[in-house]
């Protein structure tokens, strides 16, 4: 059985992740070292890449949040709006 086709023409954003990271004071490293959250998901979250879902619960736990504070849904219109600004 192959892969399901997408359903969603939008991409996730962490930058709320990032934000609220910095004003917390933890750092990526600190995912790392202290958390033990794998480098290749952390790449993931830097690329705004999929993750699973338990991973998100995870960073809840640590950050003390919902997953809207962390996660954000753009959609293309949107995104490619965004891609033109910078």
Do not use: H
């Not at 004003?23 to 705004?48: A, F």
């Amino acid at each position: 059985m192959g892969e399901r086709e997408k359903q969603y023409s939008g991409v996730i954003s962490y930058q709320k992740l990032f934000e609220l990271m910095e004003k917390k004071q933890i750092k990526k490293r600190d995912l790392r070292e202290k958390y033990n959250i794998s480098p290749t998901i952390i790449n993931r979250l830097n690329n705004n890449s999929n993750v699973a879902i338990d991973t998100i619960m995870y960073l809840c736990e640590i950050l003390d949040c919902q997953p809207g504070d962390i996660v954000e849904y753009i959609r293309n219109d949107t995104w490619n709006k965004i891609i033109n600004m910078l």
